[in-house]
């Protein structure tokens, strides 16, 4: 049938057909990308210009820019908790995943066993997981403090005072790291042996041998985790949200992340094209970090052919 079709529409050319063919079975997804992606990013960038509510919608220019950055003191706030976050989340969970995963490639008894609990809490995602935390670390009857007190540590309201709840949240994402320790894993385990032999009869150091093999055969997966990372912690939502009980931020506005702001302003105030020019601002802070870790890549990570450009 569709042979008939593109002969009346005069393409005959085998290559010419197979070419429509291809548009012909990626239609639906075209489709779907246009509808559910393209068309609520237009939209979205549209009514960041606007003040939109859901019920109407006036065009107001740059006010909604001008009220992020003079007006709104919560807006500072929130970016302010949320770089602090990163700064310290991104660096202690890369090395983190470089260290455990390192452990975990030697010779010891019940090493499956070993991956296997590292790996098993980065599965455990979603609510629940934050829930069990907030047990955990409860000042009064939580695990860690009680075993905090056994060892004779007075231990802080993790998630009370606000001093304690971004370690308290980045004490949960090093529970978490074993989809990083994984990819890590992989990869040392792929390093020829000859390597340290060879380094080892030139008489390197273990911290020698750590720095200029380990590390720089494992300088794609860290490229990429932290690039992973870097959105990933520029988009912290659920944890401030949960923890904060309300999503106000408290104790002391210490939860207020990014996010949590944004969404307040969406679906509490209903100030939907405010939220809106959050989300394209929080867009482009992200896009400026990622083209900067790629473009200072190509001067720390290491391919092994030798290509360091793609």
Known sequence: ???KLLSR????????????????????????ILCFVMGPLIFSFITSFTDYNMMKMDFTGLTNYKKMFFEDQL?????QNTVVYALINIPLVTIGGVVVACILNRSIFGLRTFRTIY?????????GT???????????NGLVNTILKFVGITGPGWLTDPNWTKPAIILMHLWGLGGQMLLYLARLQSIPTEYYEAASIDGASG????????????????????????????????????????????????LLFYNVHLWNQAFKNFKTGYANAMCWFL????????????????????????????
């Open 207 to 254: 911290f020698k041998r750590f720095t200029k093999i380990t590390v720089p055969l494992l300088s794609p997966i860290i490229f990429y985790n932290l690039t992973i990372g870097i959105i990933g912690a520029f988009q912290i939502f659920q944890e401030g949200y949960i923890f904060s009980g309300d999503g106000t931020g408290n104790p002391a506005g210490s």
């Open 119 to 127: 790996y098993l809490p980065s599965i455990m995602v979603g609510v």
């Open 75 to 79: 807006f500072w706030k929130s970016l």
């Open 283 to 310: 867009f482009a802070i992200i896009m400026v970090l990622t083209i900067f870790n790629q473009k200072g890549s190509k001067k720390w990570v290491y391919y092994e052919e030798g290509d360091n450009d793609d």
């Open 130 to 140: 934050y829930f069990l935390w907030m047990l955990l670390l409860d000042p009064a």
């Open 9 to 32: 529409l005069g393409i005959k050319n085998m290559k010419a057909r197979e070419s429509v063919y291809g548009y012909i079975f990626i239609l639906p997804w075209l489709i779907g």
């Open 1 to 3: 049938m569709f042979g």
